[in-house]
């Protein structure tokens, strides 16, 4: 049977990666983001492109109606801004929130309503090793600190009505956002590594598919680490 998949900033990165992965196994893809225009995938059969801008939490209910019932969240859209803790202007404080940590609850509240009717559904958050590590960008390790506890907190909470609900938490990975970490930052991650380099988005994307797909449902509240040893625990 075809799933129907919505993946947050699924035009560029490692969203883009995983909206392929989607598509190539069959499924139809809705694609939310505020910017369409370098998305390659925006005339392929099965995609459905939703511009939106994620800071508007208050919308997504209406957002979601619109896209109608999804049998996979993955809540993979994220900002960092690497501004030092007392440098940082409010709004850059509000949209990081926003977007990193309140949209991705708003989703998961408004696309579980369909899940749980079903008694069957998959929701995935994009998460990072910086909310295990902590960050220089305060703001951002705490906002994905936020993501893995709540990834656990909707397992317990959606799960007992056949929702699985798992979050991944990769290192740095080479998308544009690698290019907002100083190079001595990047030089010494790539000492810790076992394979000497930075996670590649398709690791990343192969990962969140299994979990929206495959992964048995006894793997539920869980965070999935990619960082190559850089963190082992």
Avoid at 11 to 30: D, H, M, P, Q, Y
Avoid at 59 to 81: Q, S, T
Avoid at 170 to 176: A, L, N, V
Avoid at 213 to 224: A, L
Wanted: charged content about 20%.
């Amino acid at each position: 049977m075809e799933k129907r998949v919505c993946v947050t900033g699924g035009n560029k990165g490692i969203g883009l990666e995983i909206t392929r992965l989607f598509l190539a196994s069959g499924c139809e893809v809705a694609v939310v983001a505020r910017d369409f225009a370098a998305f390659p995938l925006a005339d392929e059969p099965g995609v459905a492109t939703l511009p939106f801008d994620l800071t508007d939490v208050e919308a997504i209910p209406g957002l979601v109606e619109r896209m109608g019932p999804v049998d996979v969240l993955v809540n993979n859209a994220g900002v960092m801004f690497s501004l030092p803790y007392d440098a940082y202007p409010e709004d850059k404080v509000r949209r990081m929130l926003r977007i990193n940590l309140e949209a991705p609850v708003a989703l998961i509240r408004e696309c579980s309503r369909a899940m749980l009717e079903k008694g069957a559904g998959r929701i995935v958050n994009v998460a990072s090793v910086a909310g295990h590590t902590g960050h220089p960008d305060v703001w951002y390790g705490v906002a994905k600190a936020g993501l893995i506890n709540l990834t656990k907190s909707f397992a317990q909470v959606l799960g007992p009505g056949g929702v699985v609900v798992n979050a991944v938490a990769p290192s740095p990975t080479e998308t544009d956002m690698l290019a907002t970490i100083p190079e001595a930052r990047r030089e010494a991650f790539l000492k810790r590594v076992i394979l000497g380099r930075f996670a590649r988005p398709e690791e990343v994307a192969r990962t969140v598919h299994w979990l929206g797909t495959d992964s048995p449902e006894y793997i539920n509240g869980v965070c999935i680490d990619l960082n190559n040893g850089s963190l082992p625990r």
